[in-house]
């Protein structure tokens, strides 16, 4: 999915469930190297979970996050970029059912 030029829901943490995020990546497709502005990962709240500011993003690279960041129920996770860029993401981690 190409997304950029605003904000872009990923997915919704559904009722009863928690999320752990481990992993992110987001490329950019385009021509050549040009000033863009970058992105952020966030929640609901917000909440910066992974960022990458820009200029000079090249073409057909690959920027990778590694860790773990629990969502909650309800919660939204979330690429922005103001930048009208073709990137693709990719998040990844496990589903978790509380108590």
Same mark, same amino acid.
């Given at each position: 999915? &190409?997304? &950029?030029?605003?904000?872009?829901?990923?997915?919704?943490?559904?009722?009863?469930? %928690?999320?752990? %995020?481990?992993?992110?990546?987001?490329?950019?497709?385009?021509?050549?190297?040009?000033?863009?502005?970058?992105?952020?990962?966030?929640?609901?709240?917000?909440?910066?979970?992974?960022?990458?500011? &820009?200029?000079?993003?090249?073409?057909?690279?690959?920027?990778?996050?590694?860790?773990?960041?629990?969502?909650?129920?309800?919660?939204?996770?979330?690429?922005?970029?103001?930048?009208?860029?073709?990137?693709? %993401?990719?998040?990844?981690?496990?589903?978790?059912?509380?108590?």
């Amino acid at each position: 999915m &190409g997304l &950029g030029g605003g904000p872009a829901v990923l997915g919704t943490v559904p009722a009863g469930k %928690v999320w752990v %995020v481990r992993h992110i990546t987001v490329t950019y497709h385009g021509a050549g190297t040009i000033a863009l502005n970058g992105w952020i990962v966030s929640n609901s709240a917000g909440e910066w979970l992974w960022s990458r500011p &820009g200029p000079d993003i090249p073409v057909d690279a690959s920027e990778d996050w590694a860790g773990r960041h629990v969502l909650a129920a309800g919660d939204v996770l979330t690429f922005e970029s103001i930048d009208s860029a073709n990137y693709n %993401v990719l998040a990844s981690g496990y589903e978790l059912t509380t108590p």
